[in-house]
């Protein structure tokens, strides 16, 4: 049976991790968390705010996730995409999911991320 959702994996282009940190630290205020040092010689990246877990892997034949994308519940959402908007990345709202006010945007390599809050 499953019980919980341990990560989320992301693909991204070779040299891409220095743009993917920026993005993940400093625009959405997640943590930079150590890769198990045989996972690490691969390249790429892991991140975590809370319990959700951002794994972001190397791809040669890298090809960003247009459709395909992690939901992200935050909180403040308003003040969240201001924050995003104010880092130079593009916030798209969307009315279509009852009950939630969210938008989606882009990280650096392209990877579609989707941003929600519940409704009170």
Request: glycine share 10%; charged share 25%; aromatic share 10%.
């Amino acid at each position: 049976m499953i019980t919980a959702l341990d990560h989320v994996q992301l693909a991204a282009p070779p040299g891409s991790e220095d743009r993917l940190r920026v993005y993940y630290t400093d625009v959405l205020g997640m943590t930079e968390i150590p890769k198990p040092p045989a996972l690490a010689a691969r390249g790429g990246c892991w991140f975590q705010a809370g319990v959700v877990q951002l794994h972001l892997g190397i791809e040669e034949d890298f090809r960003p996730a247009r459709k395909a994308h992690p939901g992200l519940r935050v909180a403040g959402i308003e003040s969240y995409g201001a924050r995003l908007r104010a880092h130079g990345a593009e916030v798209q709202w969307d009315e279509e999911l009852p009950g939630h006010r969210r938008f989606f945007s882009y990280d650096p390599v392209g990877n579609r991320i989707e941003f929600l809050e519940p409704l009170a």
